[in-house]
């Protein structure tokens, strides 16, 4: 199958997952499931990651500003824009589409490997509305929180890392983050994670769902799948910058 076939059936997925629900009580409870699998148990490793990473940033940039010229606000400045326009959105989107989108594509596969797929079409039910809409709704709407969250404790564990290694102050970190602050830069980060999160909830979706064979293509399937998605993030990352910055 070519890509332009790959491409084709995804999108015929999407018209499947997208209609109205059949069942409402159960997809309720299948959206307050994937809301705690998809977004609460990541939160522990998005916040471990985005505050050290917000420290490295930050001490980097600390050492590469050696001039008596430059000041020192330019640190926070620097680390405020990096965290805000790269790192929380993308990094953390990459992040996200390892763990996340090997489960998704883990727990579908191994439902059709199983024959459990075929077993809800045989009751009349839409099975990809029925285990890829509430991936998609947690994603889109929980993973905003996540990335908000991201930026905050990326700004923060800056600001901790200059405190504890004295390169830079902390008025000095704190005056730099109120330098030239443009709220589109949010607006534009929040764009990018809806998107990315779409991709997250679908792509790994589709891999799963169109499985074929045993619990060894399973495997190969979520590996593929986190490829994908992980290309096609940067790939709309560079087009959604391109789009919106330029």
């Not at 015929?12 to 998809?38: A, D, G, T």
Request: aromatic fraction near 16%.
């Amino acid at each position: 199958m070519n890509y332009i076939e790959h491409v084709g059936k995804y999108f015929m997925m999407l018209f499947q997952v997208f209609k109205k629900p059949q069942r409402r009580r159960f997809f309720y409870e299948s959206l307050f499931k994937e809301i705690e699998e998809l977004g609460l148990k990541s939160l522990g490793i998005i916040m471990f990651i985005s505050f050290f990473i917000g420290g490295v940033i930050a001490l980097q940039t600390a050492l590469n500003v050696e001039s008596p010229f430059i000041p020192k606000s330019l640190i926070g400045f620097a680390a405020k824009r990096s965290v805000i326009l790269e790192f929380a959105p993308t990094f953390c989107s990459i992040i996200l589409a390892g763990k996340v989108g090997s489960y998704i594509t883990s727990s579908i596969g191994t439902m059709r490997v199983t024959e459990q797929i075929d077993a809800l079409e045989v009751m009349g039910i839409n099975s990809l509305n029925h285990l890829v809409l509430p991936k998609v709704i947690a994603t889109v709407f929980f993973y905003p929180f996540l990335i908000s969250l991201a930026m905050v404790l990326g700004i923060f564990g800056g600001w901790v890392a200059g405190i504890i290694s004295g390169l830079f102050s902390g008025l000095d970190y704190i005056e730099g983050l109120q330098m030239e602050f443009k709220p589109f830069l949010i607006t534009y980060a929040m764009i990018k994670t809806l998107v990315f999160a779409f991709l997250i909830a679908t792509v790994p979706s589709y891999h799963g769902y169109y499985v074929k064979g045993g619990s060894i293509a399973v495997g190969k399937a979520s590996t593929k799948s986190v490829v994908w998605t992980t290309i096609l993030i940067v790939i709309f990352n560079y087009f959604l910058t391109q789009m919106l910055l330029t």
